[in-house]
């Protein structure tokens, strides 16, 4: 089944500087990566996605990268805000089986003031 | 807000005990999947019903139980609850478009097991 790594566990930022982070998907037959936001006692929610055709997409301050070659996917947030602050977590799905998305562990972005 | 929405929000139970948790799936969706958030960890995939048919399983033993309704709203069983069972209990619902399907979650259900 498809494992996926997610890097770093916890990042620590300036409120204004960017934040990336990375994740690696072992199934080269993945084809869909969403993130998801979590914030403290809430459900995930849907930030951005990528499907396999495309190799970058922006969303305002989000942005998600995908190198299928090397089967990483990463999520840039840019002028970080303290509302950023959050646990994000990335995940790798495909059509043989079912979509069923593959979550990492979770990244834990903590904007500083 | 994603229209999936899940009940109850919270419950204790005792060690042994047996329990249900319900969602409703977002309006024109057919597809339902649980998943178990223990604290610090990202979601695990427990089961997934498509069209009243189980579709897939995660690697949760058979007192995990779930079903799914003809309007596609859903429960989750658990049987014989073991304090490693708390957590929170997320549903997601999607619409299998076979184009990659966007999972909406519900709020959760926060079991903890005494």
């Known amino acids: 089944g498809e494992n996926v790594e997610q890097h770093p566990s916890t990042l620590s930022v300036q409120e204004g500087d960017s934040a990336v982070i990375k994740c690696t998907y072992s199934?080269?037959?993945?084809?869909?990566f969403p993130w998801y936001k979590q914030e403290l006692g809430k459900r995930p929610q849907l930030i951005i996605d990528?499907?396999?055709?495309?190799g970058e997409k922006k969303d305002q301050r989000i942005a998600v990268t995908l190198n299928k070659t090397a089967k990483h996917f990463s999520l840039h947030i840019t002028e970080t805000q303290p509302e950023d602050s959050a646990v994000y977590f990335c995940a790798a799905s495909w059509s043989g089986g079912s979509y069923i998305p593959t979550f990492g562990r979770g990244t834990s972005l903590i904007v500083h003031p | 807000e994603t229209g999936v929405t899940q009940s109850p929000t919270h419950l204790i139970k005792t060690r042994g005990q047996q329990v249900t948790l319900r969602c409703s799936s977002q309006s024109g969706h057919n597809t339902v999947s649980w998943y178990q958030q223990a604290l610090g960890q990202g979601p695990q995939f427990i089961f997934q019903?498509?069209?009243?048919?189980?579709?897939g399983r995660g690697n949760f033993p058979p007192r995990f139980s779930g079903l799914q309704f003809p309007n596609y709203s859903s429960e989750l069983n658990v049987n014989a609850l073991e304090l490693d069972d708390s957590a929170l209990y997320l549903c997601?619902?999607?619409?299998?478009?076979?184009?990659?399907?966007?999972?909406?979650f519900g709020e959760g259900s926060w079991l903890t097991v005494v």
């Open positions: 990528i499907r396999s055709n495309v």
């Open positions: 997601a619902s999607s619409l299998d478009t076979g184009l990659g399907n966007t999972i909406y």
């Open positions: 199934d080269s037959a993945s084809n869909y």
């Open positions: 019903y498509y069209r009243e048919e189980e579709n």
